[in-house]
């Protein structure tokens, strides 16, 4: 047991966090424990100290550091004329302050959860002391043998399932997507926002288990994106295995090695699933089922006629031509003069662009129309958190949905016109939970996640809204889809990858893994992606966007803002249903 004091002075170094009388000129100490063989310590106290308090979470795992007190160790502090009080080490970001200073700890009260930094002072002072209260020393150690002797087998196997693996805390709601454990309110609402969340390296902003952390370690695997913070590998998995993951080189992450259980870190078996369900029933807003419209008649199905917002290079366009749908009119507001070139070149004049979304009025719609179906997909740059400067749904370009949801509005069929009409809306996954949630109540319903990878070569994880029949269905990959990069990639030239990272606006999106390789071989030398290659990986034609002489840089960008032609031929497919195919 180690005696410890009060450093904080009277000055006060946490001047809006006032203090319990309990915390000041203060001795703790605290319970011995059990090691569990890999630097974790399982403590667990006497049920009849502490009757009124939930004993789960007395078990706890303690992150031996070499700084005197475990994480997670419960500690006792006594004033003189009070009585002994409960608290617990905690982190200091827990806290929501600055780092302790050498030798002192971060404590969490129990009962009215404030914090308090105390420093060590010996430990051998505690001997010295410890004999005034021998006798209960004595019998609380005995209670704590017989309890945890008892309670160790049953809340071991508990544990996780009862308490968040993502923060600790006891009010959780479902369970973690990817490994064996649970998951709180706020920390779901933070994996929905960070987990398709990256870097310009390509990697995740934020760590996988808790979707959070200062210092992440990346995982070696070339084909992985993953990172995982330090407090949760050395918390989860044991004391150490942070700096130990920094020696090994490569290291592979807990979600693509070998094994399934790392610690009290276990990965699911079905997490794929999972995960994909986790994204499928995420919705705290319920909505009215859409109006389901029967398909039509083979004799009685005319040509569609599209009204595109936010067009880029046409994608919506081209995917129909695939499928063989007729295309009667094509209205399409784009503002990008690169995307319109090649629109013109490779569509040869049959979309009639209209210019800024927002000099569209309803007479232009009642003179264009009237339309079958609405897409469009606005800006993202204001909506996803990658982006530290956003501005939100409300400002800067995050407002150009509301004109989306404006010419929706226009564009659909008057009160007891019956004809079939569809829509679809589109933006990235990575935007904060209140925009997404303000995004689907003006839509009146609620988003399915697709993500490119099971299609194409790349990662690409979007959201849409819509009313297309079966979206919400499978995506299944057809026999001419190019699932892996070297599928992609021009003779001569060797894939270092299977899949990409998902490819931006930047450059440096298109180079991989933590050291930042280029993704292709040839000549024994690395090479960047060709513009060729990169069209090949969205689906589109080859030299689709080589028009007017544009730059690679500037081809790359058109493609990082377009649309992954495997996944809008899947969403589309159901209108050969209700309009005439060639």
């Not at 789960?56 to 795992?61: A, D």
């Not at 009215?288 to 009685?300: G, R």
Request: with cysteine; charged share 25%.
């Amino acid at each position: 047991c180690i005696l410890a004091r009060d450093s904080i002075s009277e000055r006060g170094q946490v001047k809006d966090t006032p203090r319990p009388p309990f915390s000041r000129g203060l001795v703790i100490r605290c319970f011995c424990g059990w090691e569990d063989g890999g630097g974790c310590f399982l403590r667990l106290f006497s049920i009849s100290l502490f009757n009124q308090l939930e004993i789960s979470c007395f078990l706890c795992v303690c992150q031996q550091d070499g700084r005197g007190f475990g994480i997670g160790t419960l500690v006792f502090g006594k004033l003189r004329g009070f009585s002994w009080w409960p608290g617990r080490i905690v982190s200091w970001w827990m806290s929501g302050r600055s780092r302790a200073a050498d030798g002192t700890r971060w404590v969490m009260w129990f009962g009215d959860g404030k914090f308090s930094v105390v420093s060590i002072i010996s430990a051998t002072l505690m001997c010295l002391l410890s004999t005034k209260c021998q006798s209960t020393y004595k019998q609380t150690l005995k209670q704590t043998n017989k309890c945890c002797r008892f309670s160790l087998s049953v809340f071991s196997l508990c544990f996780c399932s009862d308490i968040c693996i993502s923060c600790g805390s006891l009010n959780v709601s479902l369970e973690h997507p990817l490994f064996v454990g649970a998951m709180c309110q706020g920390c779901k609402n933070s994996f929905l926002e960070c987990a398709y969340q990256y870097d310009d390296d390509g990697y995740q902003s934020y760590c996988t288990i808790c979707c959070g952390g200062r210092e992440v370690l990346m995982c070696g695997n070339n084909n992985c994106c993953r990172c995982f913070c330090v407090e949760c590998v050395d918390l989860l998995v044991g004391a150490g295995s942070a700096a130990a993951a920094i020696k090994e080189d490569p290291w592979n992450c807990y979600m693509c090695g070998p094994r399934n259980t790392y610690g009290l870190l276990r990965r699911r078996d079905d997490w794929p699933c999972r995960l994909q369900h986790f994204f499928a029933n995420n919705h705290e807003q319920e909505f009215e089922p859409a109006k389901l419209y029967p398909p039509v008649a083979a004799e009685k199905r005319q040509p569609i006629r599209v009204l595109s917002l936010f067009d880029g290079i046409a994608t919506g366009l081209l995917v129909l031509k695939d499928l063989g749908i007729q295309v009667e009119k094509y209205v399409a507001s784009e503002v990008c003069e690169d995307s319109i070139t090649v629109g013109m070149v490779r569509h040869e004049g049959r979309i009639m662009y209209v210019g800024d979304v927002r000099t569209v009025t309803r007479k232009h719609i009642d003179k264009w129309g009237p339309f079958d179906l609405v897409i469009g997909g606005s800006p993202c740059n204001d909506l996803s958190i990658v982006n530290p400067a956003r501005k939100g749904l409300y400002e800067g370009t995050g407002r150009l949905f509301f004109e989306f949801y404006r010419l929706l509005h226009e564009a659909r069929p008057k009160p007891g016109d019956e004809r079939p009409f569809f829509w679809l809306f589109e933006n990235v996954v990575a935007m904060g939970v209140s925009d997404k949630r303000d995004i689907s109540r003006f839509l009146e319903c609620n988003p399915v996640m697709i993500d490119a990878k099971e299609v194409s070569a790349a990662h690409r994880a979007r959201y849409f809204w819509g009313n297309l029949p079966g979206m919400s269905r499978p995506l299944t990959p057809m026999a001419n889809d190019k699932l892996d990069l070297q599928e992609c990639l021009e003779h001569g030239r060797t894939a270092k990858f299977e899949k990409l990272r998902t490819i931006t606006t930047r450059s440096n999106s298109v180079k991989q893994g933590k050291d930042e390789h280029f993704p292709v071989y040839m000549d024994n030398k690395e090479d960047i992606l060709w513009c060729t290659e990169m069209e090949r990986v969205f689906g589109f034609p080859v030299h689709y966007t080589d028009v007017s002489n544009m730059s690679r840089l500037a081809r790359q960008r058109l493609l990082g803002r377009s649309w992954s032609v495997p996944v809008i031929r899947h969403l589309f497919a159901p209108l050969k249903e209700y309009f005439a195919c060639n």
